[in-house]
């Protein structure tokens, strides 16, 4: 069954790096932070949330850009989004975290572990990859921001869903492809822009890899396109002694179309990283 995303008395919103940020903050104990995909919002994490904040402190952010939180428009980089999650960890006085970032999200927690390694107790690396961008896949990032400039943020989940879903789920969960379809056109062009930009210019973290020396879990769907099964074999290859599992049935968005396989392997994760 395809739960609704819903918005909850612990959705609030703070001032962070001179920008507003939209975040949940549910249960109590070990706090886990989750970092939502391009390009869409906290509420992706909706059946993570309610399997995990009964055991653990769960935190939820709209990324720069996204959902709620502000989407200025300007330059936008991994690092800045990187700042706005530990100042955000900071207003809740949170020190250390294990961190789960899907997609996008991976992306920004590289850049998270290398300036703020100190702050990450375990990581969680869904479907995503290590390598930069090619020339042809900053290519393709650029047109799609001419896509959103030109036509709007339907036209990009026009181009993504394809990308996020597997045909089978579209096929068969009409809902959560319309789901996932209203976080897209919730965004604003700013934004959609502003991470497309982030996500070219990004740094290739392979070099990265073997310098992890937290506990690490890879995640990915068996069908995933943008970021096939290689690719996260790759980051468990390179990472020390990081977990691997391949989640059936599933391509890009892992969490929702295989939500109680994916939410088993983090919490049998956090069991290991953290006895």
């Known amino acids: ?29 070990l706090p886990i932070v989750l970092l ?18 009964s055991q653990f402190r769960v935190v939820t952010i709209d990324l720069r850009g996204h959902g709620e939180s502000d989407a ?54 869904a479907d995503t990859r ?34 996020l879903l597997s045909p089978a789920t579209v096929q068969t969960k009409p809902e959560l492809a319309q789901r996932v379809r209203r976080m897209i056109e919730g965004n604003q062009i700013s934004g959609i822009a502003g991470d497309l930009m982030a996500m070219a210019e990004r740094s ?6 073997k310098q992890i020396t937290c506990p690490a879990q890879i995640i990915v769907g068996e069908q995933d396109l943008p970021t096939p099964p290689a690719d996260a074999k790759l980051m468990a290859d390179h990472i020390p002694g990081a977990y691997l599992a391949i989640i059936p049935r599933a391509a890009h968005l892992s969490n929702l179309e295989q939500p109680d396989l994916f939410n088993e392997t983090i919490c049998s994760f956090i069991v290991n990283a953290t006895r």
């Open 1 to 29: 069954m395809v739960r609704t995303p819903h918005r909850t008395e612990q959705t609030v919103q703070t001032q962070v790096n001179g920008i507003t940020l939209a975040y949940n903050d549910q249960g109590s104990g």
């Open 36 to 53: 939502h995909a391009f390009p869409l919002n906290r509420t992706m994490w909706v059946e993570q949330e309610e399997a995990l904040s």
């Open 72 to 125: 200025p428009l300007w330059r936008y980089t991994l690092d800045q989004a990187a700042d706005d999650v530990i100042g955000l960890l900071d207003h809740l006085s949170i020190r250390q975290a294990v961190f789960v970032g899907l997609s996008m999200g991976g992306y920004i927690l590289f850049a998270l572990y290398r300036k703020y390694a100190d702050r990450v107790k375990g990581l969680v690396l």
């Open 130 to 163: 290590a390598q930069a961008d090619t020339t042809e896949g900053k290519e393709a990032r650029f047109q799609m921001a001419q896509t959103a400039y030109e036509n709007g943020p339907s036209a990009i989940a026009d181009l993504m869903i394809p990308k």
């Open 204 to 209: 290739d973290s392979v070099p990265l890899l």
